[in-house]
């Protein structure tokens, strides 16, 4: 583990040689971090997917959360949007701008999970920048995947009429977690709070089953949840200028959702509150047996939540086919 001193922040290169250059060891392009740009050299053959993802304390994470899992976080929101591309993931840049006062011990911690995760999904660093801010803290990484040249990326824009709606894992555990670090449902059973708060401080990117996802055919379309199904869905449905029905009774709760869902009324925020990083994604229905095969294979669960058609926009059905309103979509920064 690294030692966490409490003492004020070292001087910025101090920080960069101590704390980031090891996580960069692994990418000879970052040239040990010393440079202030970095070099790649993709594999012949591939093409690069470069995904960007900034945050800031206060608004995508608690600012007494843990830092290593903040850093965590941060690497995965980003991973996610790579899986949802079908990418191999290759290199990142990573931005800290650190309020005044920040103790390097924190900085340490937070060096540890990018470390982690950096060496578990293969995604060392290759650059940034590290600077001072009056605050709030803020954070932002660019992820570069790599995928085959010759292969058609998977977008959002590829959907097409007929296709089924399928969502991998489960919905809304995110969503509850923050409410329940907020002081939101206190009765639930401590195993349900734990779960529902590990969703939200740490992602599970869906890496592997979107490279598999990307190669089979008859998919067509994909995005990861970030925003809320129904808002992510959403912007499939606006990409591909077409429209899809999703059904509310076929939303995947985790048994701590299901708990939740028993004493209160909070099925509009599992389909809107974000912070899944799931994939959604649409395929032919001849796809299916192959799609279910896959996640079988991956111990991951999938779940047929709807269908496209011609139209505009998503339409949220309950178990009757009535129209289910809802204030909001999903997620909006403005």
């Not at 591309?85 to 650190?98: D, E, N, R, V, W």
């Not at 911690?109 to 990018?114: C, H, N, P, S, V």
């Not at 869905?233 to 591909?240: D, F, K, P, Q």
Request: hydrophobic share 50%; proline share 7%.
């Amino acid at each position: 583990m690294v030692a966490a001193p409490t003492s004020p922040m070292a001087g910025e290169f101090d920080i960069i040689a101590r704390y980031f250059a090891p996580i960069a060891a692994a990418f000879p392009g970052a040239l040990g971090l010393k440079d202030d740009a970095a070099l790649f050299d993709p594999p012949a053959g591939s093409r690069l997917v470069v995904t960007a993802d900034a945050m800031v304390a206060g608004v995508h994470f608690l600012a007494d959360d843990p830092p290593d899992l903040i850093a965590r976080k941060l690497m995965r929101v980003n991973l996610s949007d790579l899986a949802a591309k079908g990418a191999t993931p290759y290199a990142c840049l990573l931005t800290i701008c650190l309020p005044s006062g920040t103790e390097e011990g924190w900085i340490a911690a937070f060096a540890e999970g990018l470390a982690a995760d950096a060496g578990d999904y293969g995604l060392p660093l290759a650059g940034g920048d590290t600077t001072r801010t009056p605050g709030p803290l803020t954070l932002s990484l660019t992820a570069v995947g790599l995928a085959p040249a010759g292969r058609a990326p998977l977008l959002r824009s590829g959907a097409k009429a007929g296709d089924l709606v399928f969502v991998t894992g489960t919905i809304g555990d995110a969503h509850l977690g923050l409410a329940v670090q907020q002081g939101e449902f206190a009765a639930l059973p401590p195993e349900h709070r734990a779960a529902l708060i590990a969703r939200y401080r740490l992602p599970q990117p869906r890496v592997a089953f979107g490279q598999a996802l990307a190669a089979l055919p008859g998919v067509h379309a994909a995005a990861d949840v970030s925003d809320g199904l129904v808002a992510d869905l959403g912007h499939i449905c606006a990409a591909s200028g077409l429209a899809a029905r999703l059904a509310a009774d076929k939303l995947p709760l985790s048994a701590a959702a299901q708990a939740v869902m028993a004493t209160a009324d909070v099925r509009a925020r599992l389909l809107t509150g974000g912070d899944d990083y799931e994939i959604v994604f649409t395929a032919a229905p001849a796809a299916e047996a192959a799609l279910r095969a896959l996640a079988r294979a991956q111990g991951l669960l999938l779940t047929l939540v709807g269908s496209v058609a011609a139209g505009q926009g998503v339409t949220v059905v309950d178990e009757a086919g009535g129209v289910i309103s809802l204030l909001q979509k999903g997620y909006r920064h403005f």
